[in-house]
């Protein structure tokens, strides 16, 4: 079920109803009867997967808090893989392997990559479950011994399909206090302004820019350097405004229920400089990999060879997460460059003048730190939009022949270009007052008339998005 | 928990906006979907301005037509008014872009009571072509701009949602139900872009029947028919609209012909017979007609050439000839201008002896005030006449023009072109419209505007287009005769 719609309306609307009037029993039964419904929506096929992978953390939290062995911990992740490695990764690899090997392996036609339809958000529950296993192994947690708070907690449908990649400890402590906020007023009005924010996001910016992005990558020989240089400026935003006001969406929603999700993002295209970046795009998937594998790798504790070596793993891991194809691995390449780059500037900044690098850069620098890095950000997002490396190529090189006076193949300019501008101009000023103000803070400290203007604008405003929903580019993963 | 009034208050406050913000919006929602705002403000040249243009005109045709015609774009540019007229049967196309039974349907409830007040009901004429059961021929735009209250949304939820589930709407039609005007996302973008839409399909294009004619021809052979398999069933909401359809028939007793389009690229005549015996059972009290590819012979030269299956103005022709002689149907011939006249109201535009431009040797005015045209002193491409400015269609969009027109009175032929339209068919520029040649009650005037139609009539129109041109801020226009081409117009629809 998308976020941006009717049924999901009357889904979260039944769903508070549920929070407010019913007893704690009853609302965690209904949430979970909702949540099932919510990822059953579209295509029920999927429940099997989900309860699979609650019923292997259900009952691997509970073996595993008995049997503390690293045999059945690799066991229990292994279990809670396998469905992400058949739906996700099978086709991948035996492709990979062919390539390799130059021959065509043959496949049962069951094992055929088009036959496999990936259950959308398998890969954010997967780590969920996984995260729930070696937090009970190292006793983070306790092992949940209610199978409804359990499943409830694996279900949670705000962050079912597209994260936050909430952990037990964090979330099931207010699953239990579900129903006893005494702030009412205040998960309601805070729900409410991050919806109202996603919404934004969501419909006016990130959906308006798909169109055109779609467009250009649809066909790309066709297209001008300058659309190619548009469309690589727009992905950039549209991802963005895409997985945030999914988020925000996924946070609101939560909030009206009285849970507090963690948030994902913290002005990711605000960094100046690519570490920066990765503590703030996708916190949770970040921290996860940081807590279940960097640091378990020894992080950054090593020689600088075993931390590069460290970091390309991750991004390697992180780039295959996104998906099972090449485009993924050599964007997951380009940012394990850049941070192995970075962390080897670093060091030797630290050594060479240990002054300095304690001292923080002026303003003027520090611009200049965050327009390179959003470009190199920007530039590798070409990797992870294009269908292959091969059209991936096709964009660079027309962005290179919009830069070459005369060698331009400019065929075709798209339409409605001043609009899709003035959208980029709504989403910078967005985010301008995103990362500077207090937004909510600000609206509410507005008198009544002000406050209701500036929403019905925003509400309006989604009158210039396109008809058809466009799905959240995460549920694919 | 406690948190201090303070906060208690502005997030009160901050609830009591969004209930104000959201207020604005269902007002907002009810001024452009019950009041029709949306076209008010940008004119007609939507999906929407259509299906509103051809129903507010349906009642008044209802009351006279011999024959009503329901259906999709099959329709609308498949079946011609002329031959009908040529046997003096007045004809009300009601085909609609993409309409199918549900739409249909919801248009004949429309025209219900007028059809009951008559005492002779029409031949009702239902395609029930197999694409019109496919899935991506959704009717959502059909069911908002007819449906046009929540209460009748309301009302046939459960046939209306069954309709959206199949054809992959669920969620737009849940959201239009809470906001109808929802609708208008497909077109904002383009409004706010500075740009226009031309989801209008063929606006404008239509004659005073409601034919919208493809002038184009298939350059290539027609492929083999095949035999289908096996039955395609339809989806069950499009049988459930189609019985709902032939309920209101029968209620009527009222004919009706099954039409099923023939420019088919799979043909099941078990199929057919299949479906027509099942509705016959269905209401053993209703004269149902079948017609379908057996009934019409096509060769090449009746389908367009693009990439469309629709039939030219031609292959129209063959099918209203079929419909003629399958239903025996006789006309009024005497009485056809009286009853076409009051369907019709008139206002004058400039007339031709006003009119400048191209070489005076080339026009003589006659003593009627009208201007015969001497193509033979004319070049290829030449502009031989254009008119002064007139009102052409108040709220009109700037640039866009829904002319709803009738061509061409008495010399057979005619070409209308819409300047500055950018055309992604073979179609949308061009109309090839005819209407009873020498009618006695519109003969006497050369180039009309009438609430909804415009009626032209030149002497000779062998190589000529009418050119609308210069259209101001949705209230002046110019026609320009242009002459097409050097060499005598082909007897057959134009290549292009």
């Keep these: 079920m998308n976020f941006v719609s009717a049924e999901y309306f009357v889904l979260l609307s039944i769903a508070v109803l549920t929070v407010r009037f019913l007893p704690h029993r009853w609302s965690v039964r209904v949430l979970l009867l909702l949540s099932f419904i919510f990822y059953g929506w579209d295509n029920p096929a999927y429940l099997p997967i989900l309860l699979f992978l609650g019923l292997i953390g259900y009952v691997g939290g509970l073996a595993i ?351 409605y270009t001043g609009f899709y501008l003035f959208i980029t101009a709504l989403f910078i000023v967005f985010a301008v007052l995103d990362r500077a103000t207090n937004m909510e803070a600000r609206l509410k400290a507005a008198s009544l008339p002000l406050q209701a203007a500036a929403i019905a604008a925003i509400l309006l405003l989604t009158y210039a998005a396109p008809f058809d929903a466009i799905q959240f580019i995460y549920f694919q993963f | 928990m406690q948190y201090s009034s303070s906060i208690s208050s502005s997030n009160r406050r901050f609830l009591a906006a969004l209930a104000v913000g959201l207020l604005a919006l269902v007002a907002v929602d009810h001024w452009l979907y019950a009041r029709r705002g949306f076209l008010d403000l940008f004119g007609p040249a939507t999906q929407e301005g259509q299906i509103l243009a051809k129903l507010d005109k349906a009642p008044r045709f209802a009351a006279a037509a011999d024959i009503i015609m329901f259906g999709s774009s099959f329709t609308r540019s498949g079946i011609s008014t002329q031959p009908f007229l040529d046997k003096g049967i007045l004809p009300f196309n009601f085909g609609i872009s993409a309409g199918g039974p549900l739409f249909a349907y919801y248009a004949l409830a429309h025209i219900r009571p007028v059809l009951e007040a008559r005492e002779k009901k029409p031949v009702l004429v239902l395609e029930i072509n197999e694409p019109a059961g496919e899935t991506n021929l959704n009717q959502f735009e059909h069911i908002f701009a007819t449906v046009r209250t929540r209460s009748a949304l309301i009302r046939d939820f459960p046939d209306l949602l069954q309709h959206a589930r199949e054809h992959d709407k669920t969620s737009q039609f849940l959201a239009g139900v809470f906001l109808p005007s929802l609708r208008y996302r497909a077109y904002g973008r383009y409004v706010l872009g500075g740009g226009r839409f031309h989801d209008g399909s063929l606006a404008g294009n239509e004659d005073a029947g409601g034919y919208a004619a493809i002038n184009s021809i298939r350059p290539d052979e027609l492929p083999a028919v095949e035999e289908a398999s096996g039955p395609a069933p339809y989806p069950a909401s499009t049988m459930t609209y189609i019985e709902r359809f032939l309920r209101i028939a029968a209620e009527l007793d009222a004919p009706v012909v099954l039409y099923r389009f023939p420019n088919v690229k799979h043909w099941s005549s078990r199929r057919t017979a299949e479906l027509v015996a099942h509705f016959r059972a269905a209401f053993p009290t209703l004269n149902i007609v079948s017609l379908g590819k057996e009934d019409i012979a096509l060769t090449r030269d009746d389908i367009q050439s693009c990439c469309g299956m629709h039939l030219n103005a031609n292959g129209s022709d063959k099918v209203a000839a079929a419909l003629i002689d399958k239903l025996g149907l006789r006309g009024d011939r005497e009485n056809l201008a009286r009853r076409w006249r009051a369907l019709v109201d008139e206002t004058r535009i400039p007339a031709p002896a006003l009119w400048t431009g191209g070489s005076p040797d080339t026009r003589v005015a006659g003593a009627d005030g009208g201007l015969t045209i001497d193509f033979n002193g004319t070049g290829k491409n030449d502009d031989v006449l254009m008119s002064p400015a007139f009102t052409v269609y108040p709220g009109m969009a700037a640039g866009w023009l829904n002319l709803d027109m009738a061509f061409d009175l008495s010399a057979g032929h005619i070409w209308v072109a819409i300047d500055d339209v950018e055309d992604s068919g073979d179609v949308r520029n061009a109309s090839h419209v005819r209407l009873p040649q020498g009618d006695p009650a519109i003969e006497d005037r050369q180039i009309m505007r009438h609430g909804g139609m415009t009626l032209v009539r030149i002497a000779r129109t062998e190589q000529v287009r009418l050119r609308i041109t210069q259209i101001g801020d949705g209230v002046e226009g110019r026609l320009t005769l242009r002459r097409l081409w050097s060499e005598p117009r082909p007897e057959s629809p134009v290549r292009r």
Excluded at chain 1, 174 to 182: A, E, F, H, R
Excluded at chain 1, 212 to 239: E, H, K, M, W
Excluded at chain 1, 375 to 392: K, M, N, Q
């Design chain 1, 65 to 415: 808090d008995r049997h503390r062995t690293p045999g059945v911990l690799w066991a229990l992740i292994l279990l809670s893989l396998s469905s992400l490695l058949y739906f996700k990764y099978l086709g991948f690899f035996t492709r990979v392997l062919s390539d390799l090997s130059g021959i065509a392996l043959s496949r049962p036609p069951e094992f055929s990559v088009h036959a496999l339809v990936l259950p959308i958000g398998i890969s954010f529950f997967t780590f969920q479950a996984i995260s729930y296993i070696v937090d009970v192994y190292w006793r983070d947690v306790a092992p949940e011994r209610s199978p409804t708070m359990f499943m409830l907690f694996k279900a949670f449908f705000p962050q079912l399909v597209a994260g936050p990649i909430e952990r037990a400890g964090h979330l099931i402590p207010q699953l239990k206090q579900l129903g006893t906020d005494d702030r009412r007023e205040q998960d309601l009005a805070l729900g409410g302004f991050l919806i109202l924010k996603g919404i934004f996001l969501k419909i006016v910016i990130a959906d308006n820019l798909a169109v055109f992005v779609n467009s250009f990558y649809g066909d790309i020989a066709a297209r001008s350097p300058l659309d190619a240089l548009l469309a690589t400026y727009f992905f950039s935003i549209q991802i963005y405004a895409d997985f945030y006001g999914y988020t925000l969406l996924a946070l609101g929603s939560a909030r009206l229920l009285g849970i507090d999700l963690i948030s994902n993002f913290a002005h990711p295209y605000f960094a100046e400089n690519i570490q920066q970046f990765w503590r703030r795009w996708h916190i949770t998937l970040t921290t996860w990999f940081r807590d279940y594998v960097y640091i378990p790798l020894g992080g950054n504790r090593g020689a600088p060879a075993r931390t590069v070596f460290n970091i390309a793993l991750v991004m390697l891991l992180v780039a295959l997460w996104h998906g099972a194809n090449y485009t993924f691995i050599v964007w997951g390449a380009g940012h394990a460059a850049l941070l192995a780059l970075y962390h080897l500037y670093q060091i030797g900044r630290s050594r060479i003048a240990p002054d300095q690098a304690r001292r923080s850069a002026g303003l003027f620098v520090r611009g200049i730190s965050l327009l390179v890095t959003f470009h190199l950000v920007t530039f590798l997002w070409i990797f992870f939009r294009a269908p292959s490396v091969e059209a991936a190529g096709q964009v660079i090189l027309k962005l290179w022949s919009g830069m070459v006076p005369g060698s331009s193949d400019a065929v075709t300019a798209m339409p």
